[in-house]
Nanobody
Framework: VQLQASGGGLVQAGDSLTLSCAASGLAFSTYNMAWFRQSPGMERRAVAAIASGGTTFYANSVKGRFTISRDNAKNSISLQMDNVKPEDTATYYC?????????????????WGRGTQVTVSS
């Protein structure tokens, strides 16, 4: 299984950025997918998630600014990040799991991708 994240970079506060994740080697449409992020010295936490059936979850810190979507035909998910803030600076990871609660909690995740760095300057 491979989860290849892309789209990270250096942006200014208030800008928009889109992260993408291409998945392979798994029955993508049956998996719940998520974006996690981790800043130095902090735990990895779920930022946004989308269930196989389309239900979404957002962390309070990104509600109204980030939008997660999936394209089962292309085995991919995206994270549209609008009005980014310096506190959004982190390494972002694409994640896949068969469970929903376990996905949100970050417990026993089936698959992690390599991260992509997002840096937001003030």
């Amino acid at each position: 299984v491979q989860l290849q994240a892309s789209g990270g970079g250096l942006v200014q506060a208030g800008d928009s950025l889109t992260l993408s994740c291409a998945a392979s080697g798994l029955a993508f449409s049956t998996y719940n997918m998520a974006w996690f992020r981790q800043s130095p010295g902090m735990e990895r936490r779920a930022v946004a998630a989308i269930a196989s059936g389309g239900t979404t979850f957002y962390a309070n810190s990104v509600k109204g600014r980030f939008t997660i979507s999936r394209d089962n035909a292309k085995n991919s998910i995206s994270l549209q990040m609008d009005n980014v803030k310096p506190e959004d600076t982190a390494t972002y990871y694409c994640v896949a799991d068969r469970g929903w609660a376990s996905l949100i909690a970050g417990a026993g995740i089936d698959y992690w991708g390599r991260g992509t760095q997002v840096t937001v300057s003030s």
